[in-house]
């Protein structure tokens, strides 16, 4: 279980992180808002603007999902959303259930992983999987 400072410091980490995600996504919640401002402004089409808004928030919401970047977002969101949650449950490794290394949460802290099975993950996937890698040799927690 994580520390007090420990936790706040991921918080902060998963807080940085998820505004440099938005920000190389290129301010989509901005774009809302000003379109929200502009159908204020116009009276007499405020249902088309209204519908037209609701469309484009939905293509955004689309095209979020379809980037690394966005995906990112949303893993960070999560994960966020774990550490409010259930702080005592964060940061264990979701194949082992141990402690992730501090050292890797702060490097990413949305991890679900321990490095030891972020590289068996990775090695998996990449080589096709090695069937003396295969699961069924979970370790008892
Ligand atoms: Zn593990």
Do not use: W
Not at 33 to 43: I, P
């Amino acid at each position: 279980m994580l520390q007090e400072n420990e936790r706040s410091l991921i918080e902060k980490r998963l807080l940085d992180e998820r505004k440099r995600a938005q920000d190389s996504i290129g301010h989509f919640d901005e774009l809302s808002d000003e379109l929200r401002d502009r159908t204020g402004e116009l009276s007499g089409m405020d249902q088309h603007m209204a519908d037209y808004a609701t469309e484009q928030h939905e293509q955004e919401k689309q095209f979020l999902m379809a980037s690394v970047e966005g995906r990112r977002l949303y893993a960070l969101d999560e994960a966020l959303e774990r550490l409010y949650k259930e702080p005592e449950q964060f940061g264990l490794c979701d194949v082992c259930g141990k402690q992730i290394e501090m050292a890797r949460l702060e490097v990413i802290p949305e991890t679900r992983l321990c490095a030891e099975h972020a590289i068996a993950r990775d090695e998996a996937s990449d080589a096709d999987a090695d069937p003396r890698e295969a699961d069924g040799t979970a370790h008892p927690a």
